[in-house]
């Protein structure tokens, strides 16, 4: 569960990087650390104590995909998009997995079970396409063998 949102602990993590707005991208990972998303009021509040606007803060949150802005399911699995996974058929696969769990990349369940993202490149480039479930990478990657790491999830 993530941590609920305080201004006065989100001063103190804008403060630990002495409130600099060339540190901006160090303070939204320690704000996912903590919240595990970037919230609106965390950005709200980044931009003021940084003295940026705010579209400058979304600006940066938006270009990163490591920076959601809203809460991720109890289970999130990653599917490769860069070049190598993409030449080995990412595309299809991901095409797959948004059919086979009705999640959109980049989306949640309703429930708030299942997150499906997108990942740049997953160090496993020689066996793509890579996915990872939770911090586990897997590669070579096919349609079933998605729908095997799906299943294994929903037995443990
Ligand atoms: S490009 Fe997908 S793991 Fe490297």
Do not use: W
Request: contains cysteine; glycine residues 8%.
């Amino acid at each position: 569960m993530p941590a609920r949102y305080d201004r006065n602990i989100a001063t103190e993590i804008i403060n630990r990087f002495g409130a600099k707005p060339e540190m901006l991208v160090q303070i939204l990972h320690a704000f996912v650390e903590r919240y595990s998303f970037i919230a609106e009021d965390a950005i709200r509040q980044i931009a003021d104590e940084l003295n940026l606007s705010r579209a400058e803060v979304h600006g940066v949150v938006s270009f990163y995909h490591d920076f959601r802005t809203k809460p991720a399911g109890k289970r999130v699995i990653k599917i490769c998009q860069a070049e190598a996974c993409q030449a080995m058929g990412s595309r299809k696969l991901t095409a797959h997995a948004e059919k086979k769990t009705g999640v959109a990349l980049g989306g949640t369940d309703e429930d708030g079970e299942l997150t499906l993202e997108a990942v740049y490149c997953l160090g496993n480039c020689a066996c793509s396409p890579a996915v990872m479930d939770g911090d586990r990478v897997y590669g070579r990657v096919d349609a079933k063998g998605f729908d095997r790491i799906l299943a294994r999830g929903r037995r443990q």
